[in-house]
């Protein structure tokens, strides 16, 4: 009976996201460059392959994984960028545009050795993709090696794409997550950004737990930080929680959630109020529709539910959620 719940609430999870939008960030490894992805609810190795312009029969052999391997929320998936699908010059046809994809600036790099490690792209188109004046660049910074070209009708991301390499790009960059700027899992303590648990609801037992532990913890904690100083207003609410199953969390402390009326990709602060652990995560989209459901204010990975200390065989407990407010 365990089993066959978890695979109704993985079939319910299914039916109820929309497809998301990656970070576009390029990695590379052995000179091949790929980029990550997050699986979603409702989203297939078809539907993946559609989202980056690539055979599905690509991705699966990069991951180790075989078109009949099954996919789960919060699985991570490396996504091949080959001459199919990445370009740095050209004009697309009319069925087609180009997305930027983005390097972030590391420690010793200029635009020469960017280039160099970008298929030889030239510094002066480093220049012009990114709007530069002069080739003095920062550690941090984000800039534009290559470009995504996918089919206007069949992916989400051709909304953020342009006709003509060179042309200006239409979004900013996203927000990248790297090791020099943010380690994985373990981080220095900070002050807290959102509403923490009131003493007068714990122990002397619990309050030295609290005491004891960072901040929080989770991959998606300085993300957090981010959007607190983008917005003013926060929101905490407290409720019943549950948990889904998801590879994702294990090694890379990538907390990912479920939640209503709250947008895909907020990055969340989840207390246990029980021992006052505290972790970050992502929100993947809504809760689906469903028994399983009613009553629910989140549902969390089993990755993110183990960090919090929770008991897998515990049907709901109890969490508090703080988020900033859009």
């Known amino acids: 009976m365990k089993k066959l719940g978890y ?8 039916t109820g996201l929309a497809a998301q939008t990656s970070d576009l960030t390029i990695h590379s490894e052995n000179g091949k460059l790929y980029l990550n992805h997050t699986v979603e609810a409702k989203e297939n190795w078809y539907s993946i392959g559609r989202l980056y312009n690539i055979s599905p029969r690509e991705i699966a052999p990069l991951n180790g994984l ?14 091949p960028l080959t001459k199919t699908n990445f370009a740095q010059l050209g004009v697309a046809p009319a069925d087609e545009v180009f997305v930027p994809l983005y390097h972030t600036v590391e420690q010793k790099e200029g635009l020469f050795r960017i280039g160099q490690n970008f298929n030889k792209v030239p510094a002066t188109d480093l220049k012009k993709w990114n709007n530069l004046s002069a080739e003095s660049i920062s550690v941090g910074q984000q800039l534009v090696v290559g470009f995504l070209k996918v089919k206007k009708n069949q992916s989400a991301l051709a909304a953020n794409g342009i006709r003509r390499i060179g042309d200006p790009v239409k979004t900013a960059p996203p927000v990248v997550k790297t090791a020099t700027t943010e380690p994985p899992v373990t981080e220095e303590p900070s002050k807290p950004v959102a509403v923490s648990t009131a003493p007068s609801q714990q122990n002397a037992a619990e309050i030295n737990t609290a005491k004891s532990s960072p901040e929080g913890s ?7 930080k981010q959007q607190a100083l983008s917005n003013s207003a926060f929101r905490s609410e407290m409720g019943s ?47 689906p529709p469903g028994k399983e459901n009613d009553g629910l204010l989140i549902r969390i990975s089993n990755a993110a539910a183990a960090e919090l200390k929770v008991n897998e065989k515990d049907p709901k407990f109890p969490a508090e959620v703080s988020y900033a407010k859009s």
């Open 7 to 14: 695979i109704l609430i993985s079939l319910l999870i299914t």
């Open 241 to 287: 929680a549950s948990i889904f199953k998801s590879t994702s969390g294990w090694q890379d402390a990538k907390y990912y959630v479920l939640m209503n009326n709250i947008s895909p990709g907020t990055i969340v602060r989840i207390t246990n109020p029980i021992n006052s652990r505290i972790i970050f995560a992502k929100v993947l989209g809504e809760l």
């Open 218 to 224: 989770g991959f998606f904690k300085n993300l957090y």
């Open 66 to 79: 075989t078109l009949n391997s099954g996919l789960e929320i919060g699985q991570q998936l490396r996504i």
